[in-house]
């Protein structure tokens, strides 16, 4: 049986697909935080992901959020090696598994994060894969990493 979200959980995915924390999205909805909390959890669960980044990947893939329209903003073109860490990242990998990957430090990871996310404009890690798919720099229809990113 394939996991789709409740109506009252497209909400929490559009929130995070925008870039805002659970906090801000339980303000702007009017719902508890902890309503929002529980809701993001069991999110995470059914659709079996380790974190908030590789759920909104797998929202835009499985058509999740094909309502929300795209942020309109111009997004420069990404190096080949940010663009990398933009997949790694939609595959819900951790900073420290995307430096063992690619064979670079930490800290490189996390400056090519800080300069991916000012040159895109993103706030957050969903928002940054949102936006990767909002502005189609991830392949078609590819669910899998590259081969440098594959364990």
Do not use: C
């Not at 990242?89 to 400056?111: P, S």
């Not at 969903?126 to 594959?150: E, I, K, M, N, Y």
Request: aromatic fraction near 4%.
């Amino acid at each position: 049986m394939t996991f789709a979200p409740q109506a009252q959980q497209i909400p929490v995915l559009a929130g995070l697909a925008r870039g805002n924390r659970l906090r801000r999205i339980a303000l702007d909805t009017s719902t508890p935080f902890r309503t929002v909390s529980d809701r993001h959890t069991r999110l995470l669960r059914g659709a079996q992901v380790p974190n908030s980044a590789r759920l909104i990947d797998v929202a835009y893939r499985r058509g999740w959020l094909a309502d929300l329209p795209p942020e309109p903003r111009d997004l420069p073109g990404l190096s080949d090696r940010k663009t990398e860490i933009l997949l790694a990242l939609a595959a819900g990998l951790t900073d420290a598994q995307i430096a063992r990957h690619l064979h670079i430090t930490l800290y490189t990871v996390r400056d090519h994060l800080k300069d991916m996310y000012r040159a895109m404009g993103a706030r957050s890690r969903p928002h940054a894969v949102a936006l990767g798919h909002q502005h189609r720099l991830f392949p078609a229809h590819s669910t899998a990493l590259p081969a440098r990113l594959s364990a």
